[in-house]
């Protein structure tokens, strides 16, 4: 680490440390020939031989954009690379949250329309810029709120029909789950570290595991449900579940803008009614001509309407009195009380669209109470190693281990796990282990919409060590169809090598027909 007054390069004096990092630190120095002030990167050598030390400079030097630091300078230095690049006055999102608490919907909403438009011009290239270490240590907050991204250290450009990347890079909890297999970053993976620090600036937690962002105890009850719904869809386990693009992520958020937006203009109306009729009585109040006028027009109407009212008891009288003739009203008579009848109607305007919400329970299993579905005499897991003492030990162990390969192991949950609405109940309420093989049991009631189609490609079980198991298919065809019923269908979902232990899992699947929807039950296994 250099000391303050350092000279690098004969004319960059260090003034103080602004932060350190895996590769480097990064300190405050000033141009002692000009006097003005920089922000230089120290890239220690030990890094020469893993990483492309010019890799960030050479990005760097062909972008611009208002949200990404410019680079000024490059040298070397006692085998140290420097990178003189913009001071950036401010505070990092993470020391920022740190120390203020979460942010308010609105502010993490604009935050992140700035980081989209940062990444969605770092995706525009051909090929496209993968930012790959998007985390609220690398954003700077100015003191208008503006974002700049600070380190393009581990960046790269996405290279066609590569497997992977060269090296597994990014910082736990931010980096997507394809990463730690070393699958090759693109464009999700960026959109899935966006999620991520949405998550932290809603939330202000920590995230160690990345199914923490899909619990609904994870978020205060007072969250903007529109905007958790973001952060859910762009933290998807599955890439392909993700935004397919930073656009569409922004489209969504906008679209929550949109909604917060018509919910104050609805209130700032109803508030603006209130004080126009108390503007009105001061105006008649201060001017006695208008308020003579008013008296005078209130006053004809009134004599109008008796005229019609008139009008209609007297035609009523004649035809109680003759009814054989069967008088009729005038018809220009007629078409005024017509007329009257219409005016007075109350006016109905159109009905309001009504956005169903979705009812959400997590269910729970109970891992002490199974249900034995062996065919054996074995009760479970105390099994009687010495069964008669005629039998030879070894006989008894063996036709154990037989027993124990086809015993079959049900819970039934205590509570069901499901989310529902008027139109589509999903639950799932038992889960099946047969050796090492889970079968999960849902019932669906797709009660007023058209053929659902539910993907087995895109159905896991995600434990809470972010360990995801993909359903595997016993026939040919991905899509399980659920047709138009009033009652329950059954759906059994088959995963392999999976063992059911105490924590927190979520079924993730997705219902398809007209549009995709998420399906998202979680269950808790608890011992009781």
Same mark, same amino acid.
């Given at each position: 680490?250099?000391?303050?007054?350092?000279?690098?390069?004969?004319?960059?004096?260090?003034?103080?440390?602004?932060?350190?990092?895996?590769?480097?630190?990064?300190?405050?120095?000033?141009?002692?020939?000009?006097?003005?002030?920089?922000?230089?990167?120290?890239? =220690?050598?030990?890094?020469?031989?893993?990483?492309?030390?010019?890799?960030?400079?050479?990005?760097? /030097?062909?972008?611009?954009?208002?949200?990404?630091?410019?680079?000024?300078?490059?040298?070397?230095?006692?085998?140290?690379?420097?990178?003189?690049?913009?001071?950036?006055?401010?505070?990092?999102?993470?020391?920022?949250?740190?120390?203020?608490?979460?942010? !308010?919907? @609105?502010?993490?909403?604009?935050?992140?329309?700035?980081?989209?438009?940062?990444?969605?011009? #770092?995706?525009?290239?051909?090929?496209? *810029?993968?930012?790959?270490?998007?985390?609220?240590?690398?954003?700077?907050?100015?003191?208008?709120?503006?974002?700049?991204?600070?380190?393009?250290?581990?960046?790269?450009?996405?290279?066609?029909?590569?497997?992977?990347?060269?090296?597994?890079?990014?910082?736990?909890?931010?980096?997507?789950?394809?990463?730690?297999?070393?699958?090759?970053?693109?464009?999700?993976?960026?959109?899935?570290?966006?999620?991520?620090?949405?998550?932290?600036?809603? $939330? %202000?937690?920590?995230?160690?595991?990345?199914?923490? #962002?899909?619990?609904? /105890?994870?978020?205060?009850?007072?969250?903007?449900?529109?905007?958790?719904?973001?952060?859910?869809?762009?933290?998807?386990?599955?890439?392909? !579940?993700?935004?397919?693009?930073?656009?569409?992520?922004?489209?969504?958020?906008?679209?929550?803008?949109?909604?917060?937006?018509?919910?104050?203009?609805?209130?700032?109306?109803?508030?603006? %009614?209130?004080?126009?009729?108390?503007?009105?009585?001061?105006? @008649?109040?201060?001017?006695?001509?208008?308020? $003579? +006028?008013?008296?005078?027009?209130?006053?004809?109407?009134?004599?109008?309407?008796?005229?019609?009212? &008139?009008?209609?008891?007297?035609? =009523?009288?004649?035809?109680?009195?003759?009814?054989?003739?069967?008088?009729?009203?005038?018809?220009?008579?007629?078409?005024?009380?017509?007329?009257?009848?219409?005016?007075?109607?109350?006016?109905?305007?159109?009905?309001? @669209?009504?956005?169903?919400?979705?009812?959400?329970?997590?269910?729970?299993?109970?891992?002490? =109470?199974?249900?034995?579905?062996?065919?054996?005499? !074995?009760?479970?897991?105390?099994?009687?190693?010495?069964?008669?003492?005629?039998?030879?030990?070894?006989?008894?162990?063996? /036709?154990?281990?037989?027993?124990?390969?086809?015993?079959?192991?049900?819970?039934?949950?205590?509570?069901?796990?499901?989310?529902?609405? !008027? +139109?589509?109940?999903?639950?799932?309420?038992?889960?099946?282990?047969?050796?090492?093989?889970?079968?999960?049991? #849902? =019932?669906?009631?797709? *009660?007023?919409?058209?053929?659902?189609? &539910?993907?087995?490609?895109?159905?896991?079980?995600?434990?809470?060590?972010?360990?995801?198991?993909?359903?595997?298919?016993?026939?040919?065809? $991905?899509?399980?169809?659920?047709?138009?019923?009033?009652?329950?269908?059954?759906?059994?979902?088959?995963?392999?090598?999976?063992?059911?232990?105490?924590?927190?899992?979520?079924?993730?699947?997705?219902?398809?027909?007209?549009?995709?929807?998420?399906?998202?039950? %979680?269950?808790?296994?608890?011992? %009781?």
């Amino acid at each position: 680490m250099l000391n303050p007054g350092r000279i690098l390069d004969e004319k960059y004096e260090i003034i103080k440390v602004l932060g350190r990092g895996g590769m480097g630190t990064v300190y405050l120095c000033k141009n002692n020939r000009l006097g003005n002030f920089w922000a230089i990167k120290e890239v =220690n050598g030990q890094w020469k031989d893993k990483i492309d030390f010019l890799a960030e400079p050479n990005l760097l /030097k062909n972008l611009s954009h208002i949200g990404i630091v410019r680079i000024i300078d490059i040298f070397y230095e006692d085998d140290n690379l420097y990178i003189v690049e913009d001071y950036i006055e401010g505070t990092t999102l993470k020391e920022y949250v740190e120390a203020n608490g979460s942010l !308010s919907a @609105e502010l993490v909403t604009d935050i992140s329309l700035q980081l989209c438009s940062i990444l969605g011009y #770092l995706h525009s290239f051909n090929p496209p *810029i993968i930012y790959r270490d998007l985390k609220p240590a690398n954003i700077m907050i100015k003191s208008n709120n503006k974002v700049v991204l600070i380190d393009f250290g581990i960046a790269r450009t996405y290279k066609e029909n590569q497997e992977g990347d060269t090296m597994i890079l990014g910082s736990l909890g931010y980096i997507a789950p394809e990463q730690l297999i070393n699958a090759q970053s693109n464009a999700q993976t960026d959109i899935y570290s966006l999620g991520a620090t949405m998550f932290f600036m809603l $939330t %202000s937690k920590s995230i160690n595991l990345p199914s923490e #962002l899909m619990f609904e /105890k994870n978020y205060m009850s007072d969250d903007a449900k529109s905007l958790v719904s973001v952060i859910k869809k762009a933290s998807a386990i599955d890439p392909k !579940s993700r935004y397919s693009d930073v656009s569409a992520m922004r489209s969504a958020l906008n679209a929550n803008i949109d909604e917060v937006e018509n919910e104050k203009t609805m209130f700032m109306n109803s508030s603006e %009614s209130a004080r126009d009729t108390s503007k009105t009585v001061l105006v @008649e109040d201060k001017k006695p001509k208008n308020r $003579t +006028k008013l008296i005078i027009i209130s006053a004809l109407a009134c004599i109008i309407a008796l005229v019609v009212i &008139l009008a209609w008891v007297m035609n =009523n009288k004649a035809v109680d009195k003759n009814d054989s003739e069967h008088s009729i009203a005038p018809k220009s008579t007629e078409a005024t009380v017509a007329k009257t009848i219409e005016e007075t109607k109350p006016k109905v305007g159109p009905a309001a @669209e009504v956005v169903e919400k979705d009812t959400i329970v997590m269910g729970i299993l109970d891992i002490k =109470n199974p249900v034995i579905l062996s065919s054996g005499t !074995s009760n479970g897991k105390g099994k009687d190693k010495a069964r008669g003492k005629e039998k030879d030990k070894e006989k008894d162990k063996e /036709k154990d281990n037989n027993e124990d390969k086809n015993q079959l192991v049900q819970y039934n949950l205590k509570t069901a796990a499901s989310i529902a609405n !008027s +139109k589509l109940s999903v639950s799932l309420t038992s889960i099946l282990l047969i050796k090492d093989d889970v079968i999960v049991t #849902l =019932n669906i009631e797709n *009660i007023a919409a058209a053929t659902q189609r &539910l993907d087995i490609s895109k159905t896991y079980l995600v434990n809470d060590k972010n360990e995801a198991t993909k359903s595997y298919n016993q026939s040919s065809t $991905t899509m399980v169809l659920i047709p138009q019923s009033s009652g329950k269908q059954e759906v059994k979902l088959y995963f392999k090598d999976l063992d059911i232990e105490q924590g927190s899992y979520i079924l993730k699947t997705v219902l398809s027909s007209a549009v995709n929807k998420d399906i998202n039950l %979680s269950v808790d296994v608890k011992k %009781s």
